[in-house]
């Protein structure tokens, strides 16, 4: 195996044992960019001398923490100090941060190498990026963590951060094939984010295992990793369609369906599980709350600079002002009593189980999917997990969504550990 192709748990612990340098690896990443960037396209910035120099001063310290010399992309989005932050708009060529977003912050004081930017979409909206799937250049990564979800599953980086507002951390994840984790609204600090919606904008990340992004959430949270799940658990997994199931293609039914089985088969008690009354709403009307927040996070640019903005950002713009307050509250409240039940309900299962996305990555590069089976729980701030799983006739990857309690994220993730082993092993 190349050292790019490692997993950050591995790669750590191979650190940590002197018997790979976070020079190497990093070396390893580059290699890899140079030879795939011009062809998908998933970084805005890097600074080859700078990443390196950076490893070498990781491999001369004592250990930081868990994840110490391991190479991160951090999305355009998110301030990083001697690098470039331009949220992929004009408006902000050539922006220099003074210095980092707390969550960069926070991976510095861990030991971890900043490599650096993934491309976003415009303003992490739903403006395509220049960006590409890696498995087929004419189908999309999904958006808006384009780059950082894109980069991991090509193997240029092993770990990276993305932002999901509605779906761009999942859905992606996804569409690449990379494992990713949107955990609970508020796990990551997120001072430093160029927000667009600040009721939903959650820092996630992504890698190539559950176990990657327990070690991540463990540096960015605090949160001690939770026990392993032995193989001989029988998880409670509730299988839940949603009300939107019929947006789901086919290959996406049957391969969650198949899903379902192979962890019944592995032990698990698999049931049926209805959303709480009202949460239709949550996936037919979470562009009110988005809209509305956007439309404020983004008015400074609006009103100055509105021949930079996009010609598909700018109508959700201005429909965002359109929003009043009433129908804001409206759907926050909903919300909010939506969570109060499911929080009840939750205690009947270990997990959700559930679609990652309506199937395969689109064969566009104009559009970056449709969020459909993320936006609810994104508005309901529970933590979630994607899983590569299956594949559809086109050979692209499809992936499996695995829905937690609020603030039970290293609880989900050692269950994300559990399913994804009995769903390779079978």
Same mark, same amino acid.
């Given at each position: 195996?190349?050292?790019?192709?490692?997993?950050?748990?591995?790669?750590?612990?191979?650190?940590?044992?002197?018997?790979?340098?976070?020079?190497?690896?990093?070396?390893?990443?580059?290699?890899?960019?140079?030879?795939?960037?011009?062809?998908?396209?998933?970084?805005?910035?890097?600074?080859?001398?700078?990443?390196?120099? $950076?490893?070498?001063?990781?491999?001369?310290?004592?250990?930081?923490?868990?994840?110490?010399?391991?190479?991160?992309?951090?999305?355009?989005?998110?301030?990083?100090?001697?690098?470039?932050?331009?949220?992929?708009?004009?408006?902000?060529?050539?922006?220099?941060?003074?210095?980092?977003?707390?969550?960069?912050?926070?991976?510095?004081?861990?030991?971890?190498?900043?490599?650096?930017?993934?491309?976003?979409?415009?303003?992490?909206?739903?403006?395509?990026?220049?960006?590409?799937?890696?498995?087929?250049?004419?189908?999309?990564?999904?958006?808006?963590?384009?780059?950082?979800?894109?980069?991991?599953?090509?193997?240029?980086?092993?770990?990276?951060?993305?932002?999901?507002?509605?779906?761009?951390? +999942?859905?992606?994840?996804?569409?690449?094939?990379?494992?990713?984790?949107?955990?609970?609204?508020?796990?990551?600090?997120?001072?430093?984010?160029?927000?667009?919606?600040?009721?939903?904008?959650?820092?996630?990340?992504?890698?190539?295992?559950?176990?990657?992004?327990?070690?991540?959430?463990?540096?960015?949270?605090?949160?001690?990793?939770?026990?392993?799940?032995?193989?001989?658990?029988?998880?409670?997994?509730?299988?839940?369609?949603?009300?939107?199931?019929?947006?789901?293609?086919?290959?996406?039914?049957?391969?969650? $369906?198949?899903?379902?089985?192979?962890?019944?088969?592995?032990?698990?008690?698999?049931?049926?599980? $209805?959303?709480?009354?009202?949460?239709?709403?949550?996936?037919?009307?979470?562009?009110?709350?988005?809209?509305?927040?956007?439309?404020?996070?983004?008015?400074?640019?609006?009103?100055?600079?509105?021949?930079?903005?996009?010609?598909?950002?700018?109508?959700?713009?201005?429909?965002?002002?359109?929003?009043?307050?009433?129908?804001?509250?409206?759907?926050?409240? +909903?919300?909010?009593?939506?969570?109060?039940?499911?929080? $009840?309900?939750?205690?009947?299962?270990?997990?959700?189980?559930?679609?990652?996305?309506?199937?395969?990555?689109?064969?566009?590069?104009?559009?970056?999917?449709?969020?459909?089976?993320?936006?609810?729980?994104?508005?309901?701030?529970?933590?979630?997990?994607?899983?590569?799983?299956?594949?559809?006739?086109?050979?692209?990857?499809?992936?499996?969504?695995?829905?937690?309690?609020?603030?039970?994220?290293?609880?989900?993730?050692?269950?994300?550990?559990?399913?994804?082993?009995?769903?390779?092993?079978?």
């Amino acid at each position: 195996m190349l050292l790019n192709e490692l997993s950050a748990a591995d790669a750590a612990r191979r650190i940590a044992a002197r018997s790979l340098t976070s020079e190497a690896l990093v070396e390893a990443c580059l290699e890899r960019i140079a030879r795939r960037d011009g062809e998908v396209h998933a970084w805005a910035y890097l600074d080859r001398e700078r990443a390196l120099a $950076e490893a070498r001063l990781r491999d001369r310290e004592p250990a930081r923490g868990p994840l110490h010399g391991i190479p991160f992309g951090i999305k355009d989005i998110i301030d990083t100090g001697g690098m470039p932050t331009e949220y992929n708009s004009p408006i902000y060529r050539g922006r220099q941060p003074k210095g980092d977003a707390a969550c960069v912050a926070l991976l510095r004081r861990a030991g971890c190498v900043i490599l650096g930017k993934t491309v976003t979409t415009e303003f992490a909206t739903n403006h395509p990026s220049q960006t590409r799937n890696p498995h087929n250049a004419a189908h999309t990564p999904g958006g808006s963590s384009s780059g950082s979800a894109a980069a991991v599953a090509d193997r240029m980086v092993p770990l990276a951060l993305g932002t999901q507002t509605g779906g761009s951390v +999942i859905r992606p994840g996804a569409y690449c094939g990379a494992a990713a984790c949107k955990p609970s609204f508020g796990s990551i600090n997120r001072a430093g984010l160029k927000f667009v919606a600040e009721s939903l904008d959650t820092i996630g990340v992504f890698g190539r295992s559950a176990e990657d992004l327990a070690l991540a959430l463990n540096v960015l949270t605090g949160r001690g990793l939770a026990e392993p799940v032995a193989a001989t658990s029988r998880p409670r997994i509730g299988l839940c369609r949603t009300p939107r199931w019929r947006d789901a293609d086919g290959e996406t039914q049957a391969n969650l $369906e198949r899903a379902a089985r192979q962890l019944a088969a592995a032990g698990a008690q698999v049931s049926d599980f $209805e959303l709480p009354s009202g949460s239709q709403d949550l996936f037919d009307r979470h562009a009110v709350v988005m809209g509305y927040e956007l439309a404020r996070a983004l008015a400074w640019e609006h009103a100055m600079f509105p021949e930079q903005i996009s010609t598909s950002l700018m109508p959700r713009i201005e429909a965002g002002w359109r929003v009043t307050r009433t129908e804001y509250d409206e759907v926050r409240e +909903i919300a909010r009593a939506c969570r109060r039940r499911l929080a $009840e309900r939750s205690r009947e299962v270990d997990f959700l189980l559930t679609p990652s996305a309506p199937g395969a990555a689109p064969a566009s590069l104009a559009s970056t999917g449709d969020p459909v089976f993320n936006r609810a729980w994104t508005l309901l701030g529970v933590p979630c997990v994607t899983l590569p799983f299956g594949s559809a006739a086109s050979g692209l990857p499809l992936g499996a969504q695995l829905v937690g309690a609020f603030d039970e994220d290293m609880r989900l993730l050692a269950w994300a550990h559990w399913a994804e082993r009995e769903l390779a092993a079978r």
